[in-house]
C-alpha cells in the first residue's frame, strides 16, 4: 500500500498535478478561465486567476476556497461561482482573466463600433458566438469575445471572415451593447424598397386604404421576416416604435432591450396595420390601447404571438410578446442557477410542509 501511494505521488508530481485537494487555496489547481477548462501546466509561467485574485485582494482565501469547493462540487465556472458569491463584479473578473490569459480587455458600452467592421461577422453569427468585430488591420480582424478561449468560435469566424483573428475579451453586458449597434436588418432593407410610398400619412386615412396598404405583399413579407428574425435571435419581445423621423424596430433578448434598426416613417402605418390585422385587431382604432394575438410557425416551431398597441407622441407602438410553444420543459438542474441557488431550491423543494412562491414581472421566465 505504501508503495502504490509513493508510485502515484511521484507520476503525479512529474504530470504537474501534485497539489492535494485539500492543499490551500493558492495550491489548487483551478480554471483559469473560470470556465471548467484544465488549467495551463505549470512549465508555462502563466499565473492562475485564482492566484491573481488572491495576490491582489481581490478575494479573501476563505473567499478562495469556499469557491472552489463549489467549483470542484458542482462543476460551476470558478469565475460564476465568485460572480454568485458578490466577491467580484464581471468587469473585474473579467480583467483578471484577460491578464491571466494575455487577452486585452476592452469595454464596449458607450463606443461607437464601424459598421463596415461589424458585417465582417453576421449578426445571427455574432450572437451565437457572443463575439463581436471591433478592429480590422489589413488581414487581422480583432474580435471582443465573452469567452476567448473558445477556439471553435475562433475557428467559426476565422473561416466566416477569411481573416486571421486576434481575441480580446469584454463582458456580457458590453457584448450585448455592442450587438445592439448592427446597422438596420438586411432583410428589412430589401423589403422597404417595394413598399409603397403613401403621398400622405394622416389621422384621416380611410380604412379601405389601411387595409389594402397592410395586404401588400411587401409588407406582408416585411413583418412576416421580422417576426422570423426575432425567434431566431431568441428575442421574447419585439417593439416598433415610431419617432420624429423614422420607425425604431427593438427585439428584447434575455431582459435586455436592443436596438436592430429603423423603417422609414412612412413604413409605420403599413407595418402597425399589417400587425393589427394578424391579431385580429381594429386597424381603425388608433387612438385606444388594443391587445390581441396570432400564431405563426417559424423554422417548423409553433409560435404564439400576443399583441399590444398603444397610442405615443408620434403615432401608435406595438408590443408583440413571442411564446414559443415547442420550446422544452427543462429540468431544474437544466434552468442554469447558480450552484449556491440550486442547492438551497433543492432542499426547499424537499421538505414536506410550507409554501413554496415563484414570483416576478412579465417575461421574466415564470412558466417556463
Same mark, same amino acid.
Do not use: C, W
Given at each position: 500500500?505504501?508503495?502504490?501511494?509513493?508510485?502515484?505521488?511521484?507520476?503525479?508530481?512529474?504530470?504537474?498535478?501534485?497539489?492535494?485537494?485539500?492543499?490551500?487555496?493558492?495550491?489548487?489547481?483551478?480554471?483559469?478561465?473560470?470556465?471548467?477548462?484544465?488549467?495551463?501546466?505549470?512549465?508555462?509561467?502563466?499565473?492562475?486567476?485564482?492566484?491573481?485574485?488572491?495576490?491582489?485582494?481581490? +478575494?479573501?482565501?476563505?473567499?478562495?476556497?469556499?469557491?472552489?469547493?463549489?467549483?470542484?462540487?458542482?462543476?460551476?465556472?470558478?469565475?460564476?461561482?465568485? $460572480?454568485?458569491?458578490?466577491?467580484?463584479?464581471?468587469?473585474?473578473? !473579467?480583467?483578471?482573466?484577460?491578464?491571466?490569459?494575455?487577452?486585452?480587455?476592452?469595454?464596449?458600452?458607450?463606443?461607437?463600433?464601424?459598421?463596415?467592421?461589424?458585417?465582417?461577422?453576421?449578426?445571427? &453569427?455574432?450572437?451565437?458566438?457572443?463575439?463581436?468585430?471591433?478592429?480590422?488591420?489589413?488581414?487581422? &480582424?480583432?474580435?471582443?469575445?465573452?469567452?476567448?478561449?473558445? %477556439?471553435?468560435?475562433?475557428?467559426?469566424?476565422?473561416?466566416?471572415?477569411?481573416?486571421?483573428?486576434? %481575441?480580446?475579451?469584454?463582458?456580457?453586458?458590453?457584448?450585448?451593447?455592442?450587438?445592439?449597434?448592427?446597422?438596420?436588418?438586411?432583410?428589412?432593407?430589401?423589403?422597404?424598397?417595394?413598399?409603397?410610398?403613401?403621398?400622405?400619412?394622416?389621422? =384621416?386615412?380611410?380604412?379601405?386604404?389601411?387595409?389594402?396598404?397592410?395586404?401588400?405583399?411587401?409588407?406582408?413579407?416585411?413583418?412576416?421576416?421580422?417576426?422570423?428574425?426575432?425567434?431566431?435571435?431568441?428575442?421574447?419581445?419585439?417593439?416598433?416604435?415610431?419617432? =420624429?423621423?423614422?420607425?425604431?424596430?427593438?427585439?428584447?433578448?434575455?431582459? +435586455? $432591450?436592443?436596438?436592430?434598426?429603423?423603417?422609414?416613417?412612412?413604413?409605420?402605418?403599413? +407595418?402597425?396595420?399589417?400587425?393589427?390585422?394578424?391579431?385580429?385587431?381594429?386597424?381603425?382604432?388608433?387612438?385606444?390601447?388594443?391587445?390581441?394575438?396570432?400564431?405563426?410557425?417559424?423554422?417548423?416551431? !409553433?409560435?404564439? %404571438?400576443?399583441?399590444?398597441?398603444?397610442?405615443?407622441?408620434?403615432?401608435?407602438?406595438?408590443?408583440?410578446?413571442? &411564446?414559443?410553444?415547442?420550446?422544452?420543459?427543462?429540468?431544474?438542474?437544466?434552468?442554469?442557477?447558480?450552484?449556491?441557488?440550486?442547492?438551497?431550491?433543492?432542499?426547499?423543494?424537499?421538505?414536506?410542509?410550507?409554501?413554496? $412562491?415563484?414570483?416576478?414581472?412579465?417575461?421574466?421566465?415564470?412558466?417556463?
Amino acid at each position: 500500500m505504501t508503495i502504490r501511494m509513493g508510485m502515484k505521488k511521484t507520476i503525479a508530481q512529474r504530470n504537474g498535478q501534485g497539489h492535494r485537494e485539500d492543499s490551500p487555496a493558492v495550491g489548487v489547481p483551478m480554471s483559469p478561465d473560470g470556465a471548467g477548462r484544465r488549467p495551463a501546466p505549470d512549465g508555462t509561467g502563466r499565473r492562475r486567476l485564482g492566484e491573481l485574485l488572491l495576490a491582489e485582494g481581490v +478575494v479573501t482565501p476563505d473567499q478562495l476556497n469556499r469557491a472552489l469547493e463549489i467549483h470542484r462540487a458542482t462543476g460551476e465556472r470558478l469565475g460564476q461561482v465568485l $460572480l454568485d458569491m458578490g466577491v467580484v463584479d464581471q468587469e473585474r473578473l !473579467a480583467r483578471h482573466l484577460g491578464r491571466q490569459i494575455g487577452a486585452e480587455f476592452v469595454r464596449l458600452v458607450g463606443t461607437n463600433l464601424r459598421e463596415d467592421v461589424l458585417t465582417l461577422l453576421p449578426q445571427q &453569427l455574432a450572437s451565437r458566438l457572443q463575439a463581436i468585430p471591433i478592429a480590422r488591420a489589413r488581414g487581422l &480582424l480583432t474580435v471582443a469575445m465573452v469567452d476567448p478561449l473558445d %477556439v471553435v468560435a475562433i475557428d467559426d469566424i476565422r473561416r466566416t471572415t477569411g481573416l486571421s483573428i486576434k %481575441v480580446a475579451l469584454t463582458t456580457v453586458q458590453d457584448f450585448q451593447y455592442a450587438l445592439g449597434q448592427y446597422p438596420t436588418l438586411d432583410v428589412a432593407e430589401e423589403l422597404v424598397r417595394d413598399l409603397p410610398q403613401p403621398q400622405a400619412v394622416d389621422e =384621416e386615412m380611410s380604412l379601405e386604404r389601411l387595409r389594402r396598404m397592410a395586404e401588400d405583399a411587401p409588407v406582408i413579407r416585411l413583418v412576416n421576416r421580422l417576426v422570423e428574425e426575432a425567434v431566431r435571435t431568441r428575442a421574447s419581445d419585439i417593439h416598433v416604435e415610431r419617432q =420624429e423621423r423614422h420607425v425604431r424596430l427593438r427585439y428584447r433578448v434575455d431582459g +435586455v $432591450l436592443l436596438t436592430r434598426g429603423t423603417l422609414p416613417a412612412h413604413a409605420h402605418a403599413q +407595418v402597425i396595420s399589417r400587425i393589427k390585422i394578424m391579431a385580429n385587431m381594429d386597424i381603425a382604432e388608433r387612438r385606444l390601447p388594443q391587445d390581441g394575438s396570432f400564431q405563426t410557425r417559424v423554422d417548423g416551431r !409553433a409560435i404564439d %404571438v400576443r399583441v399590444s398597441t398603444i397610442p405615443s407622441f408620434y403615432g401608435e407602438k406595438a408590443v408583440l410578446r413571442l &411564446l414559443d410553444k415547442s420550446a422544452p420543459i427543462y429540468d431544474l438542474d437544466k434552468l442554469g442557477l447558480s450552484a449556491q441557488n440550486y442547492e438551497v431550491l433543492r432542499r426547499i423543494i424537499q421538505r414536506p410542509q410550507g409554501i413554496f $412562491l415563484l414570483t416576478g414581472p412579465t417575461g421574466s421566465g415564470k412558466t417556463t
